[in-house]
Nanobody
Framework: QVQLVESGGGLVQAGGSLRLSCAASGRTFGVSCMGWFRQAPGKEREFVGAITWIGGSTFYADSVKGRFTISRDNAKNMLYLQMNSLKPEDTAVYYC???????????????WGQGTQVTVAS
């Protein structure tokens, strides 16, 4: 089992920045990829981006490419999401997730955090 705990959400004005963190614990040695997803009210959970645990290769959804950056600190078992140039449409609950494979789909992830709310005011 892998436990994930997100932090860093909050309220920000459009154009502002936020940095989300995700602390991983438990059997993390089996994790291949860690990702961020988000879910806005009334919408399905969607992929934001992911990073391979070994190598650090990243990939992003088109909607956030160039504005969001994912990074990780393997020694601390931490995952980060730096969000810049935030827009009201970025408002959602953001989830950290871990996968034993490489995936950009909800079903491809095995472990999930509880989520952290990000609200972008216009």
């Amino acid at each position: 089992q892998v436990q994930l705990v997100e932090s860093g959400g909050g309220l920000v004005q459009a154009g502002g920045s936020l940095r989300l963190s995700c602390a991983a614990s438990g059997r993390t040695f089996g994790v291949s990829c860690m990702g961020w997803f988000r879910q806005a009210p009334g919408k399905e959970r969607e992929f934001v981006g992911a990073i391979t645990w070994i190598g650090g290769s990243t990939f992003y959804a088109d909607s956030v490419k160039g504005r969001f950056t994912i990074s990780r600190d393997n020694a601390k078992n931490m995952l980060y999401l730096q969000m810049n140039s935030l827009k009201p449409e970025d408002t959602a609950v953001y989830y950290c997730a871990a996968s034993r494979t490489l995936s950009n789909t909800v079903s491809g992830y095995d472990y999930w955090g509880q989520g952290t709310q990000v609200t972008v005011a216009s």
